[in-house]
């Protein structure tokens, strides 16, 4: 009866949080435990401190989304690395890295920064169907890399320190960007441009993007220098963010703050509910013991742990195609975290292995959101955007298996 009132709630649009509290509520009800115990598990997530950084982080991306940051951020790229053959790919690359990993992968990568490198892409040689393809597969490119939201989120979920997720996700992050700029380069090289028509004034590319270069080292240098924890550093970056986009740059208007601030805490709260709802749903699991017996209904059939892997990852690569990461990592993080410690697998190579399978998962056909929110943004058929980005998808699976089979790269500066 739970089962069925629970896909009737879903089909007719019930908001996600109201199916999970409900399904909990009447799980611990049907097993004769009051189900007062659901509020308390519920309230039990205000203890958690590291929670604190997530409502700062989603802030700051929004104002970095609302600015010129992506237009800075470009031009200085460019300075740096547009003599490469294939810079100008290379440079789309690192920016969207960069940009996802402050804002999340919400689509607004797509939105803020494809406007920018699609016309550039097109100018400077490159076939639609590679520049379609790149930002697309970029869109949500960089959610392995400091301060990214989901990064912090599957820490809160698992238990699993911050900082030493933040440090998994570099080696497997620069792969990942590694294999994609490599492609970019072979696919430029025997592009001809003019390049006394892209020549940018470095004096002044430099002065433009000059407050904005230190946020990387505020985060990593501040965390891993010992200074800041993860909820400090996410306070210093909101603050610094403000004062760099509405006083220094003036990119937004004071008038503007309210709106923008009620939208990031609009996500915070989508996302802190859902988390709520799912942790009094989860705790009802583990009380009836369902992962322990999931665990060894799997393991009468799969001895292997490579074996599991392997259907792990076609599992995730599934749910990441239709889920949205936020709500992939609060309903399935839970359920396959005991049942990888079974398999002797780190909760932080985990971690490192379900965000780049969600990451993929976005660009995924048929129903890959990035493939949608590109459709929607540059008017061109999903079946397009599906051809456009098989190359892509076809490194980052090649990534994928390296970052699954050999743990090296995600623990290898974990103490």
Same mark, same amino acid.
């Given at each position: 009866?739970?089962?069925?009132? =629970? ?27 009051? &189900? ?18 997530? &409502? ?37 690359? #690192? ?54 939201? &989901?990064? #912090? ?14 440090? =998994? ?110 942790? =009094? ?59 990888? =410690? ?60 390296? #970052? ?12």
């Amino acid at each position: 009866m739970t089962k069925v009132l =629970a896909i009737v709630l879903a089909l007719i649009g019930t908001p996600l949080f109201i199916v999970i509290a409900a399904l909990a509520l009447l799980s611990f009800s049907s097993v004769g435990i009051d &189900p007062s115990v659901v509020i308390i598990e519920m309230t039990r997530l205000g203890d958690t401190p590291l929670l604190v950084s997530l &409502p700062l982080f989603i802030f700051a991306g929004t104002l970095l989304s609302e600015s010129g940051a992506p237009g800075r951020i470009l031009a200085l790229s460019r300075l740096l690395l547009g003599w490469l053959p294939g810079g100008l790919a290379v440079v789309s690359l #690192i920016v969207c890295a960069v940009f996802t990993a402050f804002t999340g992968a919400s689509g607004v990568t797509i939105f803020a920064l494809g406007g920018l490198l699609l016309p550039a892409l097109l100018k400077d040689g490159y076939s639609e169907r590679f520049s379609l393809g790149l930002i697309t597969s970029s869109g949500s490119l960089g959610l392995l890399f400091p301060p990214s939201l &989901p990064l #912090i989120l599957y820490g809160v979920v698992a238990e699993t320190r911050i900082d030493q997720l933040f440090l =998994a996700g570099l080696v497997p992050g620069l792969l990942m960007l590694i294999l994609l700029c490599g492609y970019a380069i072979r696919s430029g090289a025997d592009i001809r441009r003019d390049h006394h028509s892209q020549r940018l004034d470095p004096r002044q590319v430099l002065r433009r993007s000059i407050w904005e270069l230190p946020l990387p080292f505020i985060i990593l240098g501040g965390i891993y220098g010992g200074f800041l924890v993860a909820s400090e550093a996410a306070a210093v970056t909101a603050l610094y963010v403000l004062v760099v986009e509405v006083f220094v740059y003036r990119d937004i208007a004071l008038s503007r703050l309210p709106a923008l601030m009620g939208r990031s805490m609009m996500l915070f709260g989508g996302i802190l509910v859902i988390l709520a709802a799912s942790m =009094a749903s989860t705790n009802f699991l583990v009380d009836q013991q369902v992962p322990s017996r999931l665990f060894a209904f799997i393991s009468g059939y799969i001895d292997s742990k490579y074996t599991f892997l392997l259907l792990l990852n076609i599992f995730l690569l599934i749910v990441g195609s239709f889920l949205d990461i936020f709500s992939a990592l609060i309903l399935v993080v839970p359920l396959i975290l005991p049942i990888a =410690a079974g398999y002797e697998i780190s909760p932080i190579h985990l971690g490192i292995i379900f965000l780049t399978n969600l990451q993929i998962g976005y660009s995924t056909p048929p129903v890959g959101l990035n493939l949608f929110l590109a459709s929607y943004r540059f008017r061109r058929p999903v079946f397009q955007l599906y051809r456009a980005t098989l190359p892509f998808l076809g490194l980052l699976l090649i990534t994928l298996l390296l #970052i699954t089979y050999f743990p090296w790269f995600s623990l290898a500066f974990i103490d």
